[in-house]
């Protein structure tokens, strides 16, 4: 798979989300010569590298595998699923008008199973959609009411807004957004809710990664137990849509199963 190319700035936070998530940090070794090449480093060397700031460190890693660390902090994680014959495919950041009709039908010509990681605010705006979902037989995750990214906001404020959330869903899973959250938030929230993270990252939003990309991500990885996160939303359309039916296609293959999250 050829490396891929960030056209961000490299932030420092984007740096240690890649620390934290175990994400591979790739760097252009040979600039300006025919030899290009990349070559993985540590997130912590990449802090120090001198162009850091430029556009020639990139990231590329659908597997997640979170290292000890991580499941250390973050003790309620759960990244996959222990399923002999399930896997579990995920929709974030919908319900949204257009796409998510198109995943439903999708997933409807080969009976698989999903779990939506719907926001609050568009439940609220588009309570029939939420609802065809609802009749499909899909499970249905708190994705918090507003979309925040927990390191901004208070506990207090970051729990009300995934508890807001709960008054329409009334669920018992819940995912965060951007993965960003704080220990605290976790522990406050574990109590309560599964929290569901994924070892597949479809990266179906993002620009520098193309279709077949995105697809071939997901496959490569396509295993029993697999939470594979994809996007329910306008921006993720164009990857999320090549890579869903040929993905489908593959889990039939492997004699799997798509299955809803139920823990
Ligand atoms: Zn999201």
Same mark, same amino acid.
């Given at each position: 798979m050829p490396a891929e190319k960030s056209n961000? !700035? %490299? #932030?420092k936070k984007r740096l240690i989300i890649c620390y934290v998530y175990n994400i591979q940090i790739y760097t252009k070794v &040979? =600039?300006?010569?025919?030899y290009t090449k990349y070559i993985p480093i540590s997130a912590k060397k990449a802090l120090h590298l +001198?162009? !850091?700031? @430029?556009?020639s460190t990139f990231t590329r890693r659908m597997k997640i595998n979170p290292g000890r660390l991580i499941r250390h902090i %973050? +003790? @309620?994680? !759960?990244?996959?699923i222990d399923d002999r014959d399930g896997v579990f495919l995920t929709f974030d950041d919908g319900p949204t008008p257009g796409i998510t009709e198109w995943i439903l039908a999708t997933l409807k010509q080969d009976d698989a199973k999903a779990t939506f990681f719907v926001l609050g605010k568009n439940v609220e705006m588009y309570p029939d959609l939420y609802q065809k979902i609802l009749d499909a037989g899909h499970k249905i995750g708190n994705h #918090? /009411?507003?979309?925040? =990214? &927990?390191? $901004?906001?208070?506990l207090e404020s970051y729990v009300e807004d995934v508890d807001f959330a709960d008054t329409l869903l009334h669920t018992d899973l819940f995912r965060p957004p951007y993965a960003q959250v704080t220990p605290t938030q976790m522990r406050v929230l574990g109590q309560r809710y599964k929290i569901i993270m994924w070892? !597949?990252?479809? $990266? @179906? /939003?993002? $620009? #520098?990664?193309?279709p077949t990309q995105c697809y071939k991500g997901v496959v490569k990885h396509l295993a029993p137990g697999a939470i594979i996160a994809f996007h329910d939303s306008e921006k993720s359309f164009r990857n999320m849509s090549y890579a869903l039916p040929r993905v489908l296609e593959r889990v039939k293959e492997l004699g799997l199963r798509c299955k809803i999250i139920e823990l």
């Open positions: 961000a !700035i %490299f #932030t &040979g =600039k300006n010569s025919v +001198p162009n !850091i700031w @430029d556009n %973050f +003790p @309620d994680m !759960i990244w996959e #918090t /009411y507003s979309h925040q =990214k &927990g390191w $901004r906001m208070s070892n !597949i990252l479809s $990266r @179906d /939003y993002a $620009r #520098t990664v193309s």
